[in-house]
């Protein structure tokens, strides 16, 4: 029973552009969310994080969305560079205020900007 | 500051054998979390350790277990390893602030063959 997707695999978009990275979770309890960047033979690193009472957190060129009645968030990056590309997982937790033990996972989504 | 090092980064094992997998946190940060990522499944937490103390488990069977000693330092071992072990092991540290500070080390890469 997956409680974070993802359901895009992957995402191309055009340098300058804006990329839109979609997740979902079913879990009601999840209070924190966090998106992170991985890039190959590396660990993730933490980009941006939302907690449930907010619906929107701004940083630099990243923006988290949350929408909890639909139980929907989105990760916007503008504009998109090449230095962007790389495997993006949404991440929630339950209680913990987005401190990283039990973390539940999406799959990833392949994010590729292209120049 | 230096990051979260987890040693090996790569290793071979026989099924059956066993593996000790090493984390050395940021200093200053006292919990320790373990995440096993696999193609098939994703990211997946194993168990946090906190001031020496296992405080989360994750779904995984017996014979994934961890430890983490006074410095903070942690480490995981899996016994009688299997084929569907393979994977990448993160750890994570974190000073336990809201806001997700946690810190992801570059992984240890195990295969089992």
């Known amino acids: 029973d997956q409680q974070v997707k993802q359901n895009s695999p992957s995402l191309s978009v055009q340098e300058g552009r804006i990329s839109i990275l979609n997740c979902d979770y079913t879990?009601?309890?999840?209070?924190?969310f966090l998106w992170y960047k991985k890039y190959p033979a590396e660990g993730p690193t933490f980009l941006i994080s939302?907690?449930?009472?907010?619906d929107k957190n701004e940083d630099g060129r990243f923006t988290v969305f949350l929408n909890k009645s639909a139980k929907h968030l989105s990760l916007h990056i503008v504009p998109s560079q090449p230095g962007d590309s790389a495997v993006y997982f949404c991440a929630a937790s339950a209680g913990s205020g987005g401190s990283n033990y039990k973390l539940t996972f999406g799959k990833g989504t392949l994010l590729t900007v292209n120049p | 500051k230096a990051g979260v090092t987890q040693t090996p980064r790569y290793l071979i094992k026989t099924r059956g054998q066993q593996v000790t997998l090493s984390c050395s946190p940021i200093?200053?940060?006292?919990?320790v979390s373990w995440y096993q990522q696999t193609p098939g499944q994703g990211l997946q937490f194993l168990f946090e350790?906190?001031?020496?103390?296992?405080?989360n488990k994750g779904n995984f069977p017996g014979r994934f277990s961890g430890r983490q000693f006074s410095n903070s330092r942690s480490e995981m071992n899996v016994s009688t390893l299997e084929l569907g072990d393979s994977a990448l092991y993160l750890c994570?540290?974190?000073?336990?602030?809201?806001?997700?500070?946690?810190?992801f080390g570059s992984g240890t890469r195990l295969t089992v063959v």
């Open positions: 200093s200053g940060h006292r919990s």
């Open positions: 994570a540290s974190s000073s336990n602030r809201p806001g997700g500070d946690s810190t």
């Open positions: 939302i907690s449930s009472i907010k």
């Open positions: 350790y906190f001031s020496e103390t296992q405080r």
């Open positions: 879990n009601s309890m999840f209070d924190y």
